[in-house]
């Protein structure tokens, strides 16, 4: 079983960036793919983007070159580096994990999921 932990979201200005942090438990994260996702209201849950246990990442393409993912394993913690926020990326933002196997894009095909954690852009 993995546990994890979002934490980070907060409001913030158009333009302005924020850092979520996705902790850990067990000892075997650096084996897991790590997805973040996102759903705002009245709207599907969406990818962002993900970083694979090998360290390979890849964006939805609304956030490519704003956003970037990076991992401590020695923390056991997954990162989503937000930059040049948008009021459209206004939404409560989930990390999800999986064990590797080649990159995934769909919910479905993550295993454990955190609470999720609020980002809200002001224009």
């Known amino acids: 079983q993995v546990q994890l932990v979002e934490s980070g979201g907060g409001l913030v200005q158009a333009g302005g960036s924020l850092r979520l942090s996705c902790a850990a438990s067990g000892r075997t994260f650096g084996s897991y793919d790590m997805g973040w996702f996102r759903q705002a209201p009245g709207k599907e849950r969406e990818f962002v983007g993900l970083?694979?246990?090998?360290?390979?990442?890849y964006f939805a393409e609304s956030v490519r070159g704003r956003f970037t993912i990076s991992r401590d394993i020695a923390r056991n913690t997954a990162y989503l580096q937000m930059t040049s926020l948008k009021p459209e990326d206004t939404a409560v933002y989930y990390c999800?994990?999986?064990?590797?196997?080649?990159?995934?894009?769909?919910?479905?095909?993550?295993?454990?999921w955190g609470q999720g954690t609020q980002v809200t852009v002001s224009s």
């Open positions: 999800a994990a999986r064990s590797g196997g080649g990159y995934a894009y769909t919910g479905d095909e993550y295993d454990y």
């Open positions: 970083i694979s246990w090998s360290g390979g990442t």
